[in-house]
């Protein structure tokens, strides 16, 4: 990728950034009075007056946009209506349990949906592939929330060996990182097959095993890099699907981390939180989106000439 | 691969191309169909009010668990008849799909079609606007707009015809473009045809099958996000009910009564596995590069 296209995608991931700051905080003052909200529909006008002036809401909207911005971009969201601690620190803390379960999730997605899918392909439209297929399928067509009160009925309820709820001990991941890798794998599967396909009968595989290469190594040494692109591409086209997963199944598992910490603000309308939440992922998703850019380089050396093609 | 080979060795047995009415995708359609009239017969079909409550039959279970038949699928926590509620939860989904999904097919393909029609600054503003959805999980788009505006039904409607939009917007986008440049529409224009003529006679015709393909593509997915919403208790709200709902609302009985929660689940995983084979179905047979 040369530079030009590099700081394209930079300015389009700053104004994607831009317009959900924006947008919340355009929202935000759609939504009605905060200061209502605050002290109740009971309180004299004097008190309402002099919460305002204390939360700057008698300044024209534009010097309220500004010193939101401001704000965002020292860090500050704003307190939580709940216990008045940072909306950051709520984050802060549920973080690492939702980085926990998603990584673990989608790395056992990937190996799985890697494996099944190299499988398929080198048994193509035998009965070992449309096995692995109807798996595949299955996996990314039950919903998260069924597939997790499924586990939780046999392995919670029925069999007793694992925890339904909690995130206390490494037993208490297993439900939750099956649950939500389980759409990985299918996703995954699915994709790697077709793509190993598009390379199994090129030249040189058939070159590898002229010179007699083992079909691990062919597989695993002249196919999958050259299947790697779209590979990565699905990879990351499906980082915004975790986020979402991980917002159900956290709730589903009562797994403490931050998409469990977002259903309960949007329930109680803790907007400092949800606003938090709301912009750091999309930074998140912007940085992650140039990071699989950058990565398609290292991958493809074709790509670092390639016409910047946006 | 320059080499030319011989027709017949070009395909061999395996690949050669599924039937035209493959079995599974015949069962789809027939659940679908099921489905869809379910939905329209709900209040035909359903033996009892979905929200008639009788306390002293609560957690009934179903027939083959030994209930009565009274209560083909048993009832739940306050009694009411699990069947009759299923009927109409079936209903109001699909209603909030269909709804959902109709409204995000109209704005996307609208704007779709502005794009094309003036380029320039409305095309980036659009497309950057379709940018920025595509690159954020919508389910934490419409919570943020749940958590700021609150959960009436007309909203929720309105979100779930948020999703998609920028789907359909850069599809209608990309093909108007090339359409526009083919000889029917050079020709039309020549003859004096307003744009909004050639647009909604020659062109909308043409890329029809198209959007229709993306539409079956869209519902589940919208489906998915209406059940995960109520799911949650953040989308569809008691009195009225959803698959979702129930499911959420049967996730506390899973020890007493499973089957509060199993039967709706269910449903939601036919409904949206069903809708996807046959709208892949469709997509293959209509996209003759895949053929």
Request: aromatic share 10%.
């Amino acid at each position: 990728m040369d530079w030009q296209a590099l700081i394209r995608k930079l300015v389009r991931g700053l104004l994607t950034v831009w317009v959900v700051v924006t947008f919340t905080f355009v929202a935000l003052n759609l939504s009605g009075d905060p200061i209502e909200a605050l002290v109740g529909d009971q309180a004299s006008p004097e008190v309402v007056q002099q919460y305002r002036q204390k939360f700057g809401l008698d300044r024209p909207l534009w010097e309220q946009y500004v010193s939101y911005l401001q704000n965002l971009v020292q860090g500050d969201f704003g307190l939580s209506l709940s216990d008045q601690r940072p909306a950051t620190e709520l984050i802060e803390e549920a973080l690492p349990y939702t980085l926990r379960l998603g990584l673990t999730a989608f790395g056992l997605g990937l190996l799985a949906g890697l494996a099944l899918g190299i499988v398929a392909a080198l048994h193509r439209n035998r009965p070992v592939d449309r096995f692995v297929m109807s798996f595949a399928v299955l996996g990314f067509s039950l919903p998260n929330f069924f597939l997790g009160i499924l586990l939780i009925l046999l392995f919670s309820l029925h069999l007793r060996m694992l925890p339904s709820a909690g995130a206390d001990t490494i037993w208490h991941l297993i439900l939750p990182a099956i649950t939500l890798g389980t759409h990985f794998a299918g996703v995954f599967a699915r994709f790697t097959r077709s793509a190993m396909l598009e390379v199994l009968n090129r030249q040189y595989m058939v070159a590898a095993r002229a010179k007699g290469a083992p079909q691990a190594r062919r597989v695993l040494w002249h196919a999958l890099p050259n299947a790697a692109i779209p590979i990565i591409t699905i990879v990351g086209l499906k980082l915004g699907d975790l986020v979402a997963g991980s917002i159900i199944v956290e709730t589903v598992f009562g797994w403490p981390g931050v998409g469990r910490l977002l259903i309960g603000a949007v329930t109680s309308r803790d907007f400092a939180v949800v606003q938090a939440i709301l912009i750091l992922t999309a930074i998140t998703m912007v940085l992650s989106n140039l990071a699989v850019d950058f990565f398609y380089t290292l991958v493809d050396p074709r790509m670092r000439s390639a016409r910047k093609e946006g | 691969m320059s080499l030319v080979l011989p027709r017949k060795w070009k395909k061999p047995a395996a690949d050669r191309p599924e039937r035209r009415y493959p079995a599974l995708v015949v069962m789809a359609l027939i659940f679908v169909v099921l489905l869809l009239g379910v939905a329209c017969l709900a209040d035909v079909l359903a033996p009892y009010d979905y929200r008639t409550q009788a306390l002293r039959l609560r957690l009934a279970p179903p027939v083959f668990l030994g209930g009565t038949s009274a209560h083909w699928l048993g009832t739940d926590e306050l009694g009411r008849d699990i069947l009759s509620r299923l009927l109409y939860a079936i209903r109001f989904s699909i209603l909030v799909a269909l709804g959902g999904t109709a409204i995000g097919a109209l704005v996307g393909t609208a704007l779709g079609f502005l794009a094309a029609h003036f380029r320039g600054l409305v095309e980036e503003a659009i497309m950057m606007l379709a940018d920025v959805q595509a690159s954020l999980p919508f389910l934490l788009i419409a919570l943020a707009l749940i958590a700021v505006f609150g959960g009436s039904f007309m909203l929720f409607i309105l979100i779930m015809g948020f999703y998609g939009w920028e789907v359909f917007a850069r599809l209608t986008r990309g093909v108007v473009i090339s359409a526009r440049n083919q000889g029917y529409a050079v020709a039309v224009t020549a003859l004096g045809a307003s744009p909004w003529q050639l647009y909604s006679k020659h062109i909308l015709p043409n890329i029809l099958s198209v959007l229709i393909v993306q539409f079956t593509l869209n519902f589940p997915q919208v489906i998915l996000l209406e059940t995960s919403l109520s799911f949650l208790g953040l989308g569809i709200r008691p009195p009225l009910t959803s698959l979702g709902q129930m499911l959420g609302a049967g996730r506390a009985f899973l020890t007493t009564a499973w089957w509060i929660a199993i039967f709706p689940g269910t449903i939601i995983f036919l409904t949206t596995m069903s809708i996807s084979i046959v709208g892949d179905w469709i997509r293959d047979r209509l996209d003759p590069a895949l053929r």
